[in-house]
């Protein structure tokens, strides 16, 4: 049976404050099929643009702050953003930019992928962009999502233990931010699994435990998992049935793998079986 679509329904909208990847693995692109694959129709606000494919980025530039300022008026006369996300933002300039037009707008509540490390501990942003990013963006967040590398930066302190990681997403609460999910460490020779942990604002913690999948298809994991939980914010769901549907969204889209690219190649966002909103994933 072919579904019909009530054209007239109001969709829930969400908006990716992102870069363009070229090759659609990350970044924006990541978001906006994350976003459609959960039925929630994105918007996006691109703050740069990137040249690159499977092997590596090439080339990148910046947008004008005052091309950003209008995407951001040109979305808010015409949408209804219920919810939103952050990806890469390159400088200081970048993200006060960002700040100053989320507080002007109504944009819903807002998911911060702090986009500071790669997911080996290298470093993305210049010091003064770092201490922008954490001193400014981070306290208007409703949510952070920082890798294993990320959280032990933001929280000044290494995490060898789950008490670490708990010890960590405290300091990371003490910065600002409401919700903290600090992904686990996946770095380890021979790891079977990999534990999230999940600090909510009501003091409430839990931790989400998955297998762990040695595959090089793992582009744009963290861009879908933080868009994830942005759009299911965006459809209303509460912090913690959007982080655990999120979680369960990326590790589907992991393990069901997808032949494209060459190298360091991107997940699988067709990946049949995803959850209901309204189902939860395993705690460990």
């Known amino acids: 049976m072919v579904e019909v679509i009530n ?25 906006l099929h994350t976003f459609f694959r959960r039925h929630i129709y994105g918007t996006a606000v691109m703050t740069a643009a990137v040249a690159g494919n499977s092997y590596g980025i090439h080339d990148s530039v910046t947008l004008p ?17 219920k919810a939103s996300k ?16 989320y507080q002007k707008y109504d944009f819903g509540p807002l998911v911060v992928d702090p986009v500071i490390t790669t997911k080996h501990g290298n470093m993305l942003l210049e010091e003064s962009a770092y201490k922008t990013l954490r001193d400014e963006l981070i306290p208007l967040a409703t949510v952070i999502t920082p890798n294993f590398f990320e959280a032990q930066k933001l929280a000044e302190m290494e995490i060898n233990t789950k008490d670490d990681m708990i010890k960590a997403a405290q300091k990371l609460k003490d910065l600002g931010a409401a919700n ?20 909510l604002e009501s003091g409430k913690s839990f931790w989400l435990t998955g297998d762990f999948f040695d595959t090089d298809r793992k582009n744009g994991t963290g861009d879908s998992l933080s868009a994830c939980i942005a759009a299911e914010l965006a459809r209303g769901n509460d912090v ?23 190298e360091f190649r991107p997940i699988n966002h067709w990946a049949p079986g995803y959850p209901d909103p309204t189902d939860s994933t395993t705690e460990k």
């Open 180 to 199: 903290i999910m600090i992904k686990g460490s996946h770095h380890h020779p021979g790891q079977k699994e990999v534990s999230d942990y999940v600090l």
């Open 86 to 101: 952050t990806g890469m933002l390159a400088d200081s300039e970048l993200i006060r930019t960002v700040i100053k037009n």
């Open 65 to 81: 702050t005052s091309f950003i300022d209008q995407e951001f008026k040109d979305l808010a006369d015409d949408y209804q953003v």
């Open 240 to 262: 913690e049935t959007a982080v655990r549907i999120a979680k369960k969204f990326v590790d589907i889209a992991i393990e069901n793998e997808i032949n494209v690219g060459h």
């Open 7 to 31: 054209l007239t329904e109001q969709y829930p909208q969400a908006l990716t404050i992102a870069g363009s990847d070229s090759d659609g693995s990350a970044g924006m692109q990541a978001d």
